[in-house]
């Protein structure tokens, strides 16, 4: 998209403001990315806070040991209270989703 901005600003010569306005794309989020593109950071991360202790490889055997349920699979909430540090609820969630 930021690509396609600047292509469109070079052959226009149209402010930013704009083009992003034309495209119903807020000028802040196009300045969000296009600096962090400049500065060679990720432009989407996952949200909630990294998790830093090494994974547990018990974690997989005691997903697969869960009793799956067709909507719910139960023992969840307590697996994630013990491997909260490790992994985050939603690749926990895709584990046993899937």
């Not at 402010?15 to 807020?26: E, R, S, V």
């Not at 000028?27 to 991360?45: H, M």
């Not at 005691?62 to 490790?86: C, F, I, W």
Request: with cysteine; glycine share 10%; net charge positive.
């Amino acid at each position: 998209m930021v690509k396609i901005i600047e292509s469109i600003k070079k052959e226009t010569g149209m402010p930013y403001g704009m083009i992003c306005k034309a495209l119903q794309l807020p000028l802040a989020s196009f300045n969000r990315w296009r600096s962090k593109i400049r500065g060679s950071e990720v432009l989407i991360n996952r949200p909630g806070p990294k998790k830093v202790q090494p994974f547990d490889p018990c974690l997989e055997t005691e997903v697969r040991l869960l009793d799956h349920g067709t909507r719910r699979s139960a023992g969840t909430t307590g697996l994630y209270q013990r491997y909260r540090s490790n992994v985050s609820r939603r690749e926990l969630g895709g584990w046993w989703s899937g």
